[in-house]
């Protein structure tokens, strides 16, 4: 048992090898590019030129016929016709700025209801597929504290951090063992639990031996965190600094098979040099990010892998002193791709210059409704191992114009 | 009034009638009131309906209840070992040491076993542990705010080591206001919570009364019939009007003041259009009356930007003077299954915060008799600990018995010992331990604060240094800030720590006279199987483990890799992370 649980993937493991198979085959994975401190709808997907609000950049035609974003995303204007952009979401105002702002894109409940995990630990456990990688892979920008991001999930589904798109920590062997030496201390290791479980109930040593397996599957694959890996020419393609490398390692691990990796690209929070700040940062979001999204589709992975870009908030319309935007939850844009979402289309709009939904306002909630049904899971359904709690708002509903 | 006893449970807090009264003498009254019913609550203190030991009546109500689980026999009584490394672990959160195993499964005294539960819960380690215990429970690891974790743990254990009941402890949590330095500490849960209201309703809902309202903030409970919006919000008004207080210490120090706040008004998210209100009132009790007083002259001292508002009548005293006592029924069951759970690893009601008639007890009739004992002993956590301890059920083996599919034994007929997985302080505190380093990690801390001018700055900055070390257990193994304690878990960043970290192989290498450095200078496998397995394991090793380690070290006698290797893959044992 302990040793034929190694290799095997937790489905093939439960059930008929051939559904095993059918349900490899159709397996769900999800891309999250998180876009942190609250990008601009004006300068990226909801321009708004020659209005008061609107700043200095133009709006500029994209893959579909009558959808313009701003000029400050020829790259991504070219994707559109894969994307679904929704320019009319909003959130109750809360407490805690950022942060909490995050939390409710993020886990789709005002951040004042407690602590919901967020998208990737509910991924990791609904739609985990093979066990011996990670469900839910976190590139993050620059080091931080591990981020609990699975709430009542538990650490199982938390995600990994991948800090500035390095291997997660402790995946070096120490010194004093070899690769030798460390298969002789796991077997010993083995040995104990395989008497300790005679006559003993084994759900949590089978766990906690399932942990081990994973750590040395890892150790093995390190290379799997290793871009330079990739052709040159890719690297090229990515480009070289951090947010290219990162969306290489993206399509690096989801083709391997992870299921949800989110890359967190820093930072959007422009309260004074608005338009100099997005020209910079999306000067590097631009190309990476098409580059991925054709690369998936190429490679025929798009029609499994949900694309989710999201950002806690947009900016406000008013133009402040020092030429910034302060944050504003009435309206921003969010954008969806891939895995049964609809693609090619617009759906919401704000008025002339910016400052009030005008049509099908959505809120963070329906979104996160939204998210779920995409990958085929049922938004209405409960979490099962604990108080029953909703998966999503259960006064919230999927937005069903974007779902194929 | 009425206050008959057998009503108790449909009137959990005074019905405080006072109509226009001068507030003076309302003051006098209200004391008054509350002095009596305290006088009343001693009177109403049911004393043991038992005519013999709980424990014998815990061990009664679990045999009675097997057919129920299809089960003809329990686990037999764990062996000397098994018990003293569980009940060391449950009562002090670190394993025995191998001489403590060897003394104990030596002695010969028929009572051996009580006489160890009773040095335990007098012990000062049991105090500390408790605190650890508690302070995960009650603040769920949430980073310090206002009042630092180290004054919370000491207030604990002081607590714990004076055997404070748990209805007073849980008193002076609601009630401290931070003001007094002597009581600060005790704040700490409302403080660090920001006095936020509604992370404080669901918190004290879950973690004093047991029932998690988070579902029914905005509607009526989706999936729980019984929890009700109304209930969210009966308990949101004694909270409504305690806020944050800046203490002119000039240090900016929060303490807590108390605007009159007297009702809620609330709309289900499903009809916003239908108002709804209510006073304070604890679940299914009717809203609690409260006094009336003109406008104006509610408060002792007014709400200003200056000044901290004391209202004359304060809604959070009334909820630390109703919620935990006996007459709450939601109270003393709620302590009672999570002292239970503590230590039979699995509550009567589980999860812990899901009582609810949808989710009955696996032993209704047990938890009723455990609320009511608890009650009865007057909240005396060690009494109620040590009755526990003392059940067959406590002290059954987690190994099946033979023949019987430990599959085929429900977690809930606690006819097998349940698995407990080692939280982050014990698990650092037993690895130390057992790989024999705790002089190494003292002079560890000597070194790392010889710089310490006096004994007060070295004992605080050796503190903060063993902290340091223990944090990053409690990042990788604690839950996340906010959420209890869950199942065990076993994710793969921890396995890569265990497996890989420098903070781990630095307990392995050989130094002073650790573990590995005095089994390298042994010279006989056997002697190094007993040595390794008693310190790590609390137990003697199997001729089957000798005869494994014997083959393991062939050769290889006082290669320190090889005793790396085999300490290692002890400590990564589920024997060794579990309590079984």
Not at chain 2, 120 to 126: C, K
Not at chain 2, 269 to 278: L, W
Request: proline residues 7%; contains cysteine.
């Amino acid at each position: 048992m302990l040793a034929g649980a190694a290799g095997a993937g937790l489905v093939s493991r439960l059930v008929e090898p051939s559904v095993a198979a059918e349900l490899e085959a159709k397996k769900k994975q999800v891309l999250i590019v998180l876009l942190n401190g609250g990008l601009s709808q004006f300068e990226s997907f909801d321009p708004k030129p020659k209005t008061d609000t609107g700043g200095p950049f133009r709006a500029i035609p994209t893959s579909v016929p009558g959808t313009h974003f701003s000029e400050l995303l020829p790259y991504t204007a070219q994707q559109a016709h894969r994307l679904a952009v929704v320019r009319s979401v909003f959130a109750e105002e809360v407490p805690g700025s950022h942060a909490a702002a995050r939390d409710y894109v993020e886990t789709g409940r005002s951040p004042v209801l407690g602590s919901y995990p967020l998208l990737g630990p509910v991924y990791s456990k609904l739609l985990a597929g093979k066990t011996d990688l990670p469900g839910n892979i976190h590139i993050t920008p620059s080091r931080g504290g591990p981020r609990a991001d699975a709430a009542f999930l538990g650490p199982q589904h938390a995600s990994i951090a991948l800090t500035n798109g390095d291997a997660p920590r402790n995946v070096d062997r120490p010194a004093m063992f070899s690769a030798d030496a460390d298969e002789a201390r796991y077997h010993l290791r083995d040995l104990a639990d395989l008497r300790f479980s005679q006559r003993r109930r084994t759900a949590y040593s089978e766990a906690y031996h399932s942990s081990y397996d994973r750590a040395m599957q890892l150790i093995r694959r390190k290379d799997l965190f290793d871009v330079a890996q990739e052709p040159a020419k890719d690297q090229d393609r990515y480009g070289t600094h951090d947010f290219g490398r990162h969306c290489l390692l993206a399509r690096r691990l989801l083709s391997e098979g992870v299921t949800c990796v989110k890359i967190t690209h820093s930072n959007y929070d422009s309260h004074m040099e608005n338009f100099n700040f997005h020209l910079e940062q999306l000067g590097e979001f631009d190309r990476p990010f098409s580059t991925l999204l054709s690369d998936l589709d190429e490679r025929g992975m798009l029609a499994n892998t949900l694309v989710v870009l999201l950002t806690e908030f947009g900016r406000t319309p008013k133009i402040m002193p020092d030429l910034g935007r302060d944050h504003y939850q009435k309206s921003w844009s969010v954008v969806l791709g891939g895995c049964g979402i609809q693609p090619g289309g617009v759906l919401g709009k704000t008025n002339a210059n910016g400052t009030e939904i005008a049509e099908r306002p959505v809120h963070v909630g329906d979104m996160w409704h939204t998210y779920l049904q995409a990958v085929g899971l049922d938004s209405r359904g409960t979490h099962d191992d604990r108080n029953k709690i909703p998966l999503a708002a259960p006064e919230r509903a999927p937005v069903k114009e974007l779902l194929s | 009034m009425n206050f008959g006893t057998d009503l108790a449970p449909a009137l959990p807090y005074p019905r405080l009638r006072s109509p226009a009264m001068p507030p003076a003498s309302l003051r006098r009254c209200v004391a008054l009131l509350l002095s009596a019913l305290a006088a009343w609550n001693g009177a109403a203190q049911k004393s043991s309906a038992l005519d013999g030991p709980l424990h014998v009546a815990i061990d009664r109500q679990i045999a009675a209840a097997l057919p129920k689980f299809k089960l003809k026999q329990t686990a037999e009584r764990a062996d000397d070992a098994e018990f003293l490394r569980r009940v060391t672990l449950d009562l002090t959160g670190v394993i025995p040491t191998a001489d403590e195993v060897r003394a104990f499964t030596a002695d010969k005294s028929p009572d051996k076993r009580t006489s160890l539960i009773d040095r335990l819960l007098a012990s000062d380690e049991y105090a500390r542990h408790l605190a650890v215990v508690f302070d995960v429970m009650l603040m769920e690891r949430r980073p310090d705010e206002h009042v630092t974790s180290s004054e919370w743990r000491d207030y604990l254990a002081a607590s714990f080591r004076q055997n404070k009941p748990l209805d007073a402890l849980i008193r002076e949590i609601l009630l401290s206001d931070g003001l007094d330095p002597a009581t600060r500490p005790a704040a700490k849960f409302v403080l660090d919570r920001d006095a936020v209201h509604d992370t404080l309703v669901r918190d004290i809902g879950r973690l004093f009364l047991g029932v998690d309202l988070q579902c029914a903030q905005c509607h009526d409970h989706p999936t729980v019939t019984d929890y009700r919006h109304l209930h969210y919000y009966g308990l949101h008004v004694f909270l409504a009007g305690t806020k944050l207080y800046r203490l002119p210490s000039g240090d900016k120090q929060m303490g807590l003041q108390e605007e009159v706040v007297r009702e809620a008004t609330f709309a289900s998210v499903f009809d916003p259009d239908v108002q709804n209100k209510t006073g304070p009132r604890l679940m299914d009790a009717p809203a609690m009356d409260v006094p009336t007083f003109k406008v104006g002259e509610e408060y002792v001292e007014k709400p200003s930007s200056k000044t901290r508002a004391v209202p004359k009548f304060s809604l959070r005293k009334a909820l630390a003077e109703s919620l935990p006592r006996s007459e709450t029924r939601e109270f003393s069951r709620n302590m009672a299954n999570r002292l239970w759970a503590h230590l039979m690893g699995r509550g009567l009601v589980q999860p812990l915060d899901m009582h609810h008639s949808a989710n009955p007890p696996s032993h209704p009739e047990l938890l009723a008799l455990l609320a009511d004992e608890f009650a009865a002993m007057k909240f005396d956590v060690r009494r109620f600990f040590r009755e526990i301890a003392l059940s067959d059920a406590y002290q059954r083996s987690s190994l099946a018995p033979p023949g019987v599919s430990p599959d085929a034994m429900p977690e809930e007929s606690y006819a097998l010992a349940n698995f407990k997985g080692l939280g982050p302080e014990p698990l650092f505190a037993s690895l130390i331990r057992a790989t024999g380093n705790e002089l190494t990690l003292e002079r560890q801390l000597d070194e790392a604060t010889k710089a310490a001018t006096d004994d007060a700055a070295r004992t605080k900055a050796r503190a903060a240094e063993r902290d340091k070390r223990v944090k990053e257990f409690t990042d990788l193994f604690g839950s996340s800030a906010g959420t209890p304690e869950g199942e065990f878990q076993a994710s793969l960043p921890q396995a890569l720590f265990l497996a890989n970290a420098e903070s781990i192989a630095v307990w392995l290498a050989p130094q002073h006279d650790n573990l590995t450095a005095r089994l390298q200078k042994r010279s006989q496998p056997e002697q190094i199987a007993e040595e390794a397995y008693l310190s790590i394991l609390s137990r003697s090793p199997t001729p089957e483990e000798v005869a494994a380690v014997q083959k393991h070290l062939s050769g290889k006698v006082g290669d320190v890799l090889a005793i790396e290797q085999l300490v290692w893959s002890l400590i990564a044992s589920s024997e060794f992370r579990l309590n079984h």
